[in-house]
């Protein structure tokens, strides 16, 4: 039987190897996986107590915010805010950072605490995404400006995905590291060591109902995807839930791609740089996947603000780098090997004809 081992412990065990290391950083993880179990508790009675639905609200971002979305920030807040360890934090769904009572840490706490919850009426996966940063101000209470630092800067990053089980993902910069949640004790334990994704997969992920809206590199990457080559594994299989963590933690596990581009509608993307594409990017790099916004390496985009967008391919290796390809205009289609066969047909029928 394999040794069980716990979130903490493992955490503990990262941070002895960094002969200086205080405890305070595994104890400020340990602080996110209490938040993580809050959330927990409140989804999976989602339906049994008055939680669905909306809040009836318009959040920061212009979107509706689920009942859902409020609880699962306000855990956030409470079981992390209270103890001195963070200076300074910002939220998905707050308009402006958020000053916790004792804003004398060393830490910076982003975070989206239900991501994906257009999906929760519906029983659908969903997640809470964080990301951690040193503080770059030196007393006081934190600012914005320590939360606009690149996705480089990140010493911590993860998310839980409430599926079929729960998971906590996270990384300190030293590999991928899976827990799943065991109810019956109340416990996160590591169930996959160092995960590493694919170099290429089967699988895009992308909301393919905007096509009209989609530039033309993307169209082509689509119609290239659906292509048959037996070589290159194509055509690949669909795979969109429509919730970022579910999306990508799926892509991460089997290989594949996950785009949200830029789009005629929304020429900035959607998904949020520093709740959203950074911490996934940092896992990403991590299990040696790659994470850009179709251009530049999401790491090294500076955040200019809060609640800023930004277009997101991330996913395999290889994936990424062709459909970047795509998206620059440096590659074409390939000729449809299922259309030229077609046309040869159609012309003997059309020669058949005309010698009748
Ligand atoms: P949210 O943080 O408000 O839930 O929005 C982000 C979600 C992502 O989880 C998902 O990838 C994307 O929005 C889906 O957007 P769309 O419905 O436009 O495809
Ligand atoms: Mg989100």
Redesign the pocket.
Known sequence: MSELITIERHILEQQRRFPSATGEFSQLLADVTFAAKLVRAEVIRAGLVDVLGSAGIINT?G?EQKKLDQSANEKFIKAIGHHGRFAVMAS?ENEDIITPPDSSGKYVLLF?PL????NIDANATVGSIFSIYRRKSTSGAGTVQDCLQKGSEQVAAGYVIFGSSVMLVYTTGQGVHGFTYDPTIGEFLLSHENIQTPKRGKIYSM?EGYYRYFFDGIKKYIKYLQQEDKASGRPYSARYI????A?FHRNLLYGGVFI?PRTKKAPEG??RLLY?ANPLAFICEQAGGRATDGYTRIMDIVPEKLHQRIPLFIGSEEDVRIAEEFEQGLRELEHDRELIPNMLAEVARAEKTLVK
Do not use: A, F, M
Not at 115 to 118: H, I, K, L, N
Not at 242 to 245: A, D, E, I, N, Q
């Open positions: 971002q979107e998905e989206d991501d994906g919850s257009s909301n429509g919730s970022l963590v999306d949200y959607k998904l959203e």
